[in-house]
């Protein structure tokens, strides 16, 4: 299977709406969409009682608004992301999430007629042949309703929560952009960004991290008192929405949107905690590698070995391609299709925004991927990390919307797993122990990233949100609670932490999903285990995995787990053949780095 080269590095937002941000067609596509969601709101409002014809009417009817809606947030999130210049798309980005708080009140609305129906005819109405396949989606609505206020409590709340809530979101972005770090490198004084300091924190060279570092400390520690007041803030409107619902748990809201029992996030970390004994060996090889006698905080990411090569674009777009078809022929077809057709913007050109993602047009049933492509190995990873995430939506772009609507911790399968199958083919394809070293350390880093710093998160956080209930917490208090948290996830290996990470990791801040954490370490885990049997099951398992991302939006991870790989996930034994995947590479990088010695 081979791709036409050379391929293109930009992509096609043309065929979507015309014009980019100035484009007629999204202009009237914006007023169509606006028109349709004050009927819909107005019509739910206006219903007193939820007969079965009129839901099942607006059942069609959210889902449409749904896909228009998706479909113009992510165009205007390409906008902005290919140039951070484009103030009009920024203002478009405003007003389509506005709208998306006006579905969001009217979904209120529909809910609390949910609430009225009798048990009988609510089940009566999940057996209507078109309602069958979202029964799902509606029947889950329906429970989370009876948890929440009334309609008109939950719509003043979400009237409030843009200024408010979203807007001490808005207000951390404020202060970060006003932020500037100095680093004398070469004999000139650097003034960085918060993000071009980030990028020195990943330097080659040891005393530029570590004078970086310094700097990093001091300047998020110097404006402690407005991020401590900014997440403060944010906590206590969250903490007064679960009160105001009756909520105890902070817990209660990210589980329910994961759909996931708190007994399989138990598990999941119990198995991490058993096994962290097993990753430290990697952590202190890696610091007699780089003769040091532990890591700091900063040296955990740093790289060791050496990469001898680099792949032009097109050179890792053919490998990419060439692994999925060893696994996958669907895989190898889809990403010929993204290369092709011009999903992808890889360019590397200045007025970009820094990262990653991939994102869906509904509609079009299209996808499109975001990145910078520079040639290294690990960005061949990320952007089969992202094409994994195009496939998992492509696979169900045939489904109702409603069935689409997977959560944050599957959502991270189909793309984990696409970049492990990479990962794993470019240590095997190393051009030596050097290169291969270096490649394990790049996956290693990634699997302490999420058994060990995403698990201080998830202590920091689950901790915070207990003391704040009791009051407001000082920047000194919260740098307590970070670096205490560390010093435990880490197993106090480090020789130096990062108390100020509360304040300069943006995930804590953001507001569209509380706890930001632990999903991403549920994704990576998941994604393990479905390749430990991939591995044992070869071609065979193509088709088995395409029904398990199929499933992804219409049932709960157990009930996932349960149908397509038959384990239990409140039980420890999935859980340790994942982490039994990733105690490979600390093997081969121990075995390679003693030969090294």
Not at 226 to 236: E, H, I, K, P, V
Not at 247 to 272: C, F, G, H, Y
Not at 275 to 293: D, V
Not at 431 to 449: F, G, N, S, T
Request: with cysteine; aromatic share 12%; net charge negative.
């Amino acid at each position: 299977m081979t791709l036409n080269h050379p391929l293109q590095q930009t992509w096609d937002l043309e065929s979507i709406f015309p014009g980019k941000s100035g484009s007629a067609e999204l202009k009237t596509f914006l007023a169509s969409m606006a028109q349709q969601l004050e009927e819909f709101h107005s019509s739910l409002q206006q219903q007193e009682q939820p007969e079965a014809g009129f839901m099942i009417t607006k059942v069609q009817e959210l889902q449409e608004l749904q896909n228009q809606l998706r479909e113009a947030e992510s165009f205007t999130s390409c906008l902005s992301a290919e140039n951070m210049n484009d103030g009009q798309a920024v203002k478009l980005g405003a007003k389509v999430k506005e709208m998306i708080a006006g579905y969001e009140t009217a979904l209120s609305l529909f809910d609390q007629l949910l609430l009225k129906m009798e048990d009988d005819a609510f089940q009566s109405l999940l057996e209507e042949e078109t309602m069958k396949p979202v029964s799902f989606a509606v029947k889950e609505r329906r429970i989370q309703a009876k948890d929440k206020m009334d309609a008109k409590r939950e719509a003043l709340l979400q009237d409030l929560a843009l200024d408010g809530y979203h807007g001490w979101a808005e207000h951390y972005n404020t202060i970060v952009g006003r932020l500037s770090f100095e680093l004398e490198q070469d004999g000139k004084l650097l003034k960085l960004s918060a993000g071009q300091a980030a990028n020195k924190l990943n330097s080659a060279e040891r005393k530029v991290r570590v004078r970086m570092f310094e700097e990093w400390e001091k300047v998020w520690k110097e404006h402690g008192d407005l991020f401590s007041d900014t997440l403060n803030r944010l906590a206590g409107f969250r903490l007064q929405i679960y009160k105001h619902r009756g909520w105890e748990s902070v817990l209660k809201e990210p589980l329910e949107m994961n759909r996931m029992q708190q007994a399989t996030l138990d598990t999941i970390w119990n198995v991490i905690e058993q096994n962290k004994p097993r990753f430290i060996t990697y952590l202190r090889k890696k610091a007699s590698l780089m003769g040091l006698q532990r890591l700091s905080w900063v040296d955990v990411e740093a790289p060791v070995g050496k990469a001898k090569r680099s792949f032009s674009y097109d050179d890792g777009a053919d490998f990419i391609v060439e692994q999925f078809e060893k696994f996958s022929p669907k895989m190898a077809e889809f990403a010929q299709l993204a290369f092709h057709e011009s999903w992808i913007e890889a360019e590397d050109r200045s007025g970009k925004r820094p990262g990653g993602f991939c994102t869906s047009f509904p509609i079009r049933k299209q996808s499109r991927i975001f990145m910078t492509y520079e040639g290294s190995a690990s960005n061949v990873s990320t952007l089969a990390h992202e094409l994994g995430h195009a496939y998992h939506q492509y696979v169900m772009d045939d489904m109702p919307p409603l069935t689409q609507n997977y959560a944050m911790n599957v959502a991270e399968t189909a793309s984990t797993f696409a970049e492990m199958i990479v990962s794993d083919a470019a240590v095997k394809a190393a051009a030596d122990d050097e290169e291969r070293l270096y490649l394990l350390d790049d996956k290693l880093q990634r699997a302490i990233a999420f058994y060990m710093n995403i698990h201080a998160r998830f202590l920091f956080e689950t901790r915070f949100y207990e003391q704040r209930k009791e009051g407001v917490l000082s920047a000194e208090e919260l740098s307590e609670l970070m670096l205490g948290a560390q010093k435990e996830a880490y197993l106090d290996e480090l020789a130096a932490y990062h108390p100020n990470f509360w304040a300069s990791k943006l995930h804590f801040y953001l507001t569209d999903v509380p706890f930001y954490n632990f999903p991403y370490t549920f994704g990576y885990m998941f994604s393990a285990g479905i390749y430990a049997l991939a591995e044992q099951e070869g071609h065979t398992f193509e088709d088995k995995y395409v029904s398990l991302l199929r499933d992804t939006g219409r049932m709960t991870v157990e009930e996932l787990a349960q149908k397509h790989l038959q384990v239990d996930l409140t039980k420890p034994e999935f859980w340790q053949r994942a982490i039994d995947v990733t105690y490979r590479d600390v093997e081969l990088f121990i075995k390679l780095a003693e030969q090294q010695a």
